[in-house]
C-alpha cells in the first residue's frame, strides 16, 4: 500500500488535562459523601433487620429489646426463684420467694434461643430443685405467664408458657 493522500490527518489523543486543586477536592468530596452514605445505609438496613427480627436496638430501655413476663407459682408449696442466667438478667440475684398463686414480674431477653435464653432455677423453700423456667421468645412478648409446674431439667429447654 502506498502513503495515505495528504488531507488525511494522523489521529493524535487530546492533551492530557491536569487536575486542579479545585478538582481535587470535588472528587475528594464525592468519594466522601459516597462513603457516608454507603455507612448511612447499612444502618439503616441492620435497624431495619433487627425491628424485623422482632427485637428492637440494644438500648435496655427500649420494651422492644426484652420481654416483659411473670413466673407464677401454681403449686401448693412455696418456692424460692433465684439464680438468673442468660441474656438481659436483670433481676437482683438475691431470692424470691412465691406464696402458691403469687407471681413475679421479670425480663426475659428478646431474640434468645438455647443457651442465650434469659431462665431462672426454681426450688422449694426446703432446697428441692423444681427445674428452671427459661424462656425463648424469638420477638418481644409481653404479658406471657410461666408457671413453676413448666420448669424443666435443663436451662437450654424452653419452659412453656400458659398464654
Not at 424470691?96 to 426450688?123: F, Y
Request: with cysteine; aromatic share 6%.
Amino acid at each position: 500500500m502506498g502513503n495515505p493522500p495528504v488531507q488525511w490527518v494522523r489521529y493524535q489523543p487530546p492533551p492530557k488535562r491536569e487536575r486542579t486543586p479545585r478538582g481535587r477536592r470535588l472528587i475528594l468530596l464525592v468519594l466522601g459523601c459516597g462513603l457516608v452514605l454507603t455507612a448511612v445505609g447499612w444502618l439503616a438496613w441492620a435497624e431495619v433487620a433487627m425491628l424485623a427480627s422482632g427485637c428492637g436496638s440494644n438500648d435496655p430501655t427500649d420494651p422492644m429489646d426484652y420481654s416483659a413476663v411473670a413466673i407464677s407459682n401454681d403449686t401448693a408449696v412455696p418456692v424460692v426463684v433465684d439464680g438468673c442466667s442468660g441474656l438481659y438478667c436483670d433481676a437482683p440475684s438475691t431470692p424470691v420467694t412465691l406464696q402458691p398463686g403469687q407471681q413475679d414480674q421479670v425480663h426475659a431477653a428478646c431474640g434468645a434461643s438455647g443457651r442465650d435464653m434469659t431462665s431462672w432455677r426454681v426450688t422449694t423453700t426446703t432446697g428441692t430443685s423444681l427445674g428452671y423456667i427459661a424462656v425463648d421468645t424469638p420477638r418481644s412478648t409481653s404479658n406471657l405467664i410461666f408457671p413453676v409446674s413448666a420448669a424443666q431439667p435443663s436451662r437450654d429447654t424452653a419452659a412453656s408458657p400458659t398464654r
